[in-house]
């Protein structure tokens, strides 16, 4: 058995869930956090990201330039959702697939990320069911 974290983009939230249900996944846990990520230290990429970014800001926020910043530099914490998944170890390739292929965008940066632990038990509260018949 393993856990499966993921943590990805708020916008992403509805298409993991989507992603998950069709890979099969018979339930998961879905937390609201806030974090950020490794900094990006190439110019060109924060560069790019940063306009992407101020683009689809109102002009008139005279905040929206310092927000882009932090989040690009490694000042800020941002929003993001926590997705706890319990999976049998031949469903950790499919699911992990699943999470990526929603959540992989173009900008380099910010993606999110997933951890693959061992889980040692579960057990069902209903029944007492312990380990995979648990999940």
């Known amino acids: 058995m393993k856990e499966i974290i993921a943590v990805i983009r708020m916008n992403k939230v509805g298409p993991t869930k989507k992603a998950l ?19 990006v230290e190439n110019i060109e990429i924060i560069a790019d990201r ?16 310092q927000v882009a910043t932090e989040f690009l530099d490694g000042r800020g914490l941002f929003p993001c959702r926590m997705f706890t998944i319990l999976a049998h170890d031949e ?8 999470i990526i292929k929603v959540n992989k ?7 999110g990320k997933i951890f ?7 057990v069902r509260v209903r029944t007492n069911e312990h380990g995979d ?3």
């Open 21 to 39: 249900v069709e890979a099969g996944v018979a339930g998961f846990t879905a937390l609201k956090a806030i974090g950020r990520g490794k900094v």
């Open 50 to 65: 940063k306009k992407q970014l101020l683009a689809k800001t109102n002009p008139e926020d005279p905040k929206a330039e």
């Open 105 to 111: 965008t173009q900008h380099n940066v910010g993606d």
């Open 133 to 135: 018949a648990a999940i």
């Open 91 to 98: 469903q950790v390739q499919t699911i992990v697939q699943a």
């Open 116 to 122: 693959i632990l061992p889980l040692l038990d579960a």
